[in-house]
């Protein structure tokens, strides 16, 4: 049986990994400066995710949301503890894409309404709703082209609001960084006002955090930059560290009711006890702090390079704009030099998205092969 062919791929197996690193079948070492989509957050095979998910395992890997399962309350405390966020409750799920279906289905819930507000170069997953809410028509089937959905551009509250009056909107839905769509924030103001616009109107205001989140602008979430509180928040990627695991923050003034939202394999045991190192990891090796301290010295490194023309993002969630179109970049840095790199919509940017744990060290090796890539 041949596999539906859907990824364009890289001529490259990797079949291990440790911290930054990825090594092929042939033992050739790879430096991971993209980490898989910002997923890989505390580095490959880190010891203390390898114990406690080997340990886990050992004991109980799954059983349905039937029974109580104390691990997604530990889960829960934990993120509350680490995020400092107060007064939202968790739903566990499975990927960054059923996190925001979930979202999108709660606030029509609890608004009664049914049209979604999203906005230009917004990528907020591949499922049926979500994809409806994703600024990129190629991926969207005439099925996905039902749902009430409409788009506007970032920092126009007058056009916001205009549809907010008509009543029909049950969210508004924004990624305080975009991340396929080019690492583009908009202003502090801009979110501020969509925060008072929302509840003007009574509308839900969700954050996707589900590749900002967890640290890797270097606050938790990156929506807490703007002084504001979405009403409801998505999680995934870095949550597990590989591991797939998504969940939703969800205001306690949204109920839940039993049947509402549901998953078989959401919350499961495995995925808590990853989630659960995840998060003691990052505050044992203050992966914060290592991302604030780290962009700065990645400003310093790429003010070096003329060909750099701006940095975008914030944190370890980077964005190094050139003004060419960096397609053939890319496979020098990784044919030649043995680094993963990303791509955006904007095709003249070199997306960074490495572990959280990366050292100085690392980002010397990637400028200087910049330095001989660009020559």
């Known amino acids: 049986m041949q596999l539906f062919d859907v990824y364009p791929l ?57 029974i109580k399962n104390p ?76 749902h009430k959905a409409t788009k506007l551009a970032p920092e126009d509250t007058v056009a916001l609001e205009e549809e907010l009056k008509k009543g029909d909107v049950a969210a508004v839905i924004f990624e305080v960084i975009q991340g396929v769509g080019g690492l583009d924030e908009a202003s502090s103001e801009f979110y501020q006002k969509t925060a008072e616009l929302c509840k003007k109107y009574h509308s839900v205001l969700i954050a996707d955090e589900v590749q900002s989140g967890y640290g890797r602008t270097g606050d938790f979430f990156a929506y807490q930059k703007h002084g504001i509180r979405p009403d409801i928040i998505s999680i995934a990627k870095g949550m597990g560290n590989g591991f797939p ?88 840095l990784l044919y030649k030099h043995q680094i993963f790199t990303g791509a955006s919509a904007n095709k003249k940017l070199l997306r960074i998205l490495p572990p959280l744990n990366i050292q100085k060290e690392h980002f010397d090796a990637l400028f200087k092969a910049l330095r001989t890539a660009l020559k």
């Open 10 to 66: 890289y001529d490259i197996t990797p079949v291990k990994g440790k911290g930054a690193y990825v090594f092929d079948k042939e033992e050739n070492k790879y430096l991971d400066l993209y980490g898989g989509h910002a997923v890989i957050s505390i580095g490959h095979s880190h010891p203390a995710y390898v114990n406690s998910i080997s340990k886990q395992v050992a004991q109980l890997g799954f059983y349905s949301n039937s």
């Open 71 to 146: 691990l997604q309350n530990e889960l829960a405390d934990k993120l509350e503890k680490a995020s400092g966020i107060k007064d939202y409750n968790l739903f566990l799920c499975n990927s960054g894409a059923e996190a925001n279906e979930n979202a999108l289905k709660v606030a029509s819930f609890y608004t009664g309404k049914d049209r979604v507000i999203y906005f230009d170069n917004a990528f907020h997953g591949r499922t049926s709703g979500v994809v409806s809410v994703t600024d990129n028509e190629n991926i969207k089937a005439p099925f996905n082209q039902n």
């Open 245 to 332: 695991i998504g969940g939703v923050l969800i205001d306690e003034a949204i109920q839940a009711k039993p049947g509402m939202l549901g998953t078989t394999f959401g919350g499961n045991h495995l995925a808590c006890a990853a989630g659960i190192s995840v998060l003691e990891v990052i505050e044992k090796e203050d992966l914060l702090k290592n991302a604030t301290e780290l962009f700065e010295y990645v400003k310093e490194k790429a003010a070096e390079i003329p060909q750099i023309k701006k940095i975008k993002g914030r944190g370890l969630m980077i964005g190094l704009e050139f003004d060419f179109e960096i397609a053939q970049l890319r496979k020098d």
